[in-house]
């Protein structure tokens, strides 16, 4: 089985910053794109931002330059460093992996989320 634990939301003021982490755990052979989702109340879950196994990064429009994604393959875990954050960043924070568990076997893995409130 395979786990992605997340951890670092909470309740900021905007201007703030925050620190999200997500650990992957458990038969994992090798771990290829890490992201993060978010999803707002009543809106959709949207890409905030995703890093290849070799550091490639891609981000969402409203977080460039704000946020940085990095990973850190040794101990399987993605961060996500937000900085400036403003009230619209309020969301549920999700965990994305693609992990091979076996040589031809890959599956999608969320975390359960993590909870950003940013106040005004």
């Known amino acids: 089985q395979v786990q992605l634990v997340e951890s670092g939301g909470g309740l900021v003021q905007a201007g703030g910053s925050l620190r999200l982490s997500c650990a992957a755990s458990g038969s994992i052979l090798r771990i290829e794109t890490m992201g993060w989702y978010r999803q707002a109340p009543g809106k959709q879950r949207e890409l905030v931002a995703t890093?290849?196994?070799?550091?490639?990064?891609n981000y969402a429009d409203s977080v460039k330059g704000r946020w940085t994604i990095a990973r850190d393959n040794a101990k399987n875990t993605v961060y996500l460093q937000m900085n400036s954050l403003k009230p619209e960043d309020t969301a549920v924070y999700y965990c994305?992996?693609?992990?091979?568990?076996?040589?031809?076997?890959?599956?999608?893995?969320w975390g359960q989320g993590t909870q950003v409130i940013v106040s005004s």
């Open positions: 890093i290849t196994s070799s550091g490639s990064t």
């Open positions: 994305n992996a693609f992990i091979y568990i076996g040589i031809y076997n890959r599956n999608n893995y």
